[in-house]
């Protein structure tokens, strides 16, 4: 199985983003990539948000969003075992 790239910015982590992906990190075997800048133009100061394979994920609190991060990572799971 591919490990799934999840990405966040650090000027998102005032959401408490830093903390969901630490906690993804254990939990999960997936990569963690932290970065200065998504370049998602002020995206990271509206709410909590990251990349998932590239795709843009977002939820209204952090706790939502590792969530939301989750239910994707189950997903690919279960889609890569059908292949």
């Known amino acids: 199985m591919l490990r799934p790239i999840i990405e966040y910015c650090t000027n998102n982590s005032g959401f408490g983003t830093d903390e969901i992906m630490n906690k993804l990190k254990e939990n999960f075997d997936c990569e963690v990539y932290e970065y200065g800048c998504l370049t998602g133009c002020g995206m ?38 059908q292949d």
């Open 44 to 81: 990271c100061y509206l709410s909590p948000y990251a990349l998932f394979d590239g795709e843009t994920v977002e939820a209204e609190t952090a706790e939502k969003l590792y969530d939301v991060i989750v239910k994707k990572i189950k997903e690919k799971e279960q889609d890569e075992s």
